[in-house]
């Protein structure tokens, strides 16, 4: 390395932290690597398959954590199967006043907000005046009916960006409705 820098790792980290006048000095000790370096492709498809193992994992402890739900409050639906079948972002979980009482960590990531702000509020909170009336009254029925549904809604992240929000709704049932679960994504 001291005498060859194409042989010091990281050399492009290192040639841009100098200056011009230190570059100019040290340039013509910089010769042609003796080995091709390895394409970065390699990496990125690692990393690729890496980032979708530790989504994966994410959703399986998701699902596990509302199963427990499911087991405390004696919901009948198939869980595992709406899982399944439900891309999101984000998850929340309401009562049947649509007070929320569980956010996933994709909440917080998609909207800004903490579990903690969010935990026994509505999710009116993330309207605004761009918030269609026709929507928030479509979902209103929809909810009232006790049936699942998909909707996309305007809705504000905590600086106050907005954002399209696809939302499926599932009522969550023992005897009768008891709970929620909305799986939403955002949409462009």
Known sequence: MKNNLADMMCLDIYLSSLTN?????????I???????MPLLSWDIYMEGFQKRIIEAKKEMELKQVLSLSKKF???NDLNMVFSKN?????????KHQNIIWVNDGFTSMTGYSRKF???KTPKFLQGEKTS???KSRISTKIANNKPFKEIIVNYKKDRTIYNC????IPLHNESTTHFIAFEKEVV
Not at 21 to 29: G, Q, S
């Open 118 to 120: 969010a935990i026994n």
């Open 166 to 169: 696809e939302v499926k709704i």
């Open 133 to 135: 009336f026709e929507t």
């Open 21 to 29: 006048e230190e570059y100019e000095k040290i340039k013509h000790k």
């Open 74 to 76: 004696n919901w009948k």
């Open 87 to 95: 891309n999101y972002e984000a998850l929340i979980i309401t009562d």
């Open 31 to 37: 010769g042609t690597p003796k080995s091709k370096p």
